[in-house]
């Protein structure tokens, strides 16, 4: 079991290392293939040569691309010092460098959303795994019956239907309409209440979107597992029915959904875009359309960094799972 | 040659089939009279002497697809004595496996939603009709007086639990004992079918046991419980060859122990030579010989079985004479073939007069002592085929 962590431990800091490398490459890249001189991101066009000499100096700009990775690298672990002149600057690690838009750190700005959007995936998540599971369950047992066949189709419609047509509706009617629900965003160090009030709609959005999804696993895994010999072995000591579905059926079942668990949580991270934007909420997936509208490329590199080591994150904590909930992976 | 029924040969058909129709459960109380009409049915159950506990009488098990109804058994009567072992023998979809897990009342359990099975018939039981009784009386019964051990003993255990939990779990759904006293049992039957160091490999998953050991496990955990009945279905046929015979050699051994009544299921006849009292073959879904394995082995009744047979390979044969196969292909249990099911792949199809072989479904007749077989041809045609046809070549 411990070669099996040191092993996984291992695996996730070379991929960690391999996705930072391949980010900072195109983000280095993509300013030399458009023409746009990142020292003028910072300064803005109409400033003098002179300027934009100084902060080129300062940034490294002119360094080969080797040595600005190693500066990179070293200021995400250790951080590192901006120097122009006598000026220094110290960024402290972890470093993602200073955003092209308000020269503010990134940070800071990152750790200040992380907050909103964990909210909002954790609650979600919470939401979407029971209520799809328990309706993927019934509708596997139920196979072919009027209550299959509902829940499966507004599991269909729960899949199609798109965050900002489903959050919109809903907005409308619980918040403008009814005013049951708070329509923005408040902090939860304010008023514990009123963020429950206002991620209500957010959560019940997301989540009706991956229940779907996850009720339709749920239900192919579950009648996949139901066919399988050890089931009928298990019947056949005389088990009753609910002792082979919830403990034989169902510790088999939620392997795969853990599986897609870990993905799905570590992809939200790095933020929930659409769900974010339709209810405002100030969390990573706003920060990164605002950093894509504006170009503001140390900020998309940082929001990239961050989900990508999420979902690396959440994959070995999975796997972890894994070798706990199934003996022959701890072996092989 | 396109055989149309006439309405008269038709109406011969149903009327031969027409045995008391079952149907729905019957609801008699206790073991019901024989009844009569029943054709074939042999008479020596209840005789004096005879301790027949399972009785299975018409036993039919059908399943609606979308292709049209599949008759996977289609009215099947046999009895059992306490601690015989009778096998069972039939190529794949004949019907075999249908008949164990129907016995078993596992094709009433966990049927969710369309597909279910149709089922009718008897199936007495120490007492029982098990196709009568309320679902949770069988499933009681299940594991405790009837287990059963499956083909691949890898897929029909859990990965995810240890050979010991699974053990435990069979043993503690029927006795009510702490963990510790069930852990004992479970070492203990360990033990006694055989595996080294049961203590420590009480504690280990099925996936670090050898097929042969899993095999093992599987079987400790079907005696769990001195079940009276132990249903063995294709036990080695997932086996190397060299562990086949151990674990038949354990079977027998653990039936003279247990005193349970074995039925081996197998398309192997080389595995119920070893075992069984009784033969039962199985072609489409229906007997079509049955009786104590020296007589099916010396005298077969019915040309399937001197398929079965001719298909056997031997050592002691000369290698210069080849197998005699069974030509074609098993029966679709849709549309099974009018008259005998076995007409189109029988050599001797014609031997009987008048077409009958094609229009008319042959019942079980005694040909011998408990000896019973479904074919049209006479006694004389038999014997005389077999003695001067098959039997030399075998």
Redesign the interface.
Known sequence: MLAYLIRRLFAVVLTLMVVILVTFGIFFIIPKWTGVDPATMYVGKQSDAQAIEAIRQKLGLDDPIVVQFWDFLRGLFMGRDYTSGADTVHCSAPCFGYSFRNEQPIWPVLTDRLPVTLGLAGGAALLWVIGGVVTGIVSALKRGTIWDRTVMTVALAGVSLPIYFTGVVSLAIFSYQLDWVSNEYTEFGTDPALWFSGMILPWVTLAFLYAAMYARLTRATMLEVLGEDYIRTARAKGLREPVVIGKHAMRSTMTPVLTILGMDLGALVGGAILTETTFSLPGLGQAAVAAIGERDLPVILGVTLLTAGAVVVANLIVDLLYAVIDPRVRLS | MTTESTPGAGGAVSKADGRPSTGAVTKASGRPARRAGAVGEPTTAGAPGTDVFLDVRDLKVHFPTDDGLVKSVDGLSFQLERGKTLGIVGESGSGKSVTS?GI?G?HT??Q????KARISGEIWFDGTDLLAAHPDEV??????EM??I?Q?PL????????VGAQIV??YR??HKVDKKKARRRAVELLDRVGIPQPDRRVDD?P??FSGGMRQRAMIA?ALANNPELLIADEPTTALDVTVQAQILDLIRDLQTEFGSAVIVITHDLGVVAELADDILVMYGGRCVERGPAERVFYEPQHPYTWGLLGSMPRIDRDQTDRLIPVHGSPPSLINVPQGCAFNPRCPYADVPADNRTRTERPELKEVGSRHFSACHMTQEERTRIWTEEIAPKL
């Open positions: 897990l078993m596992l359990v966990g969710y939603g369309r597909g499933r009681r019964l299940r594991g405790r287990a059963m499956f691949d897929s029909a255990m859990h990965p995810y639990f240890t779990e069979a759904v029927h998953y996936h670090q955990m």
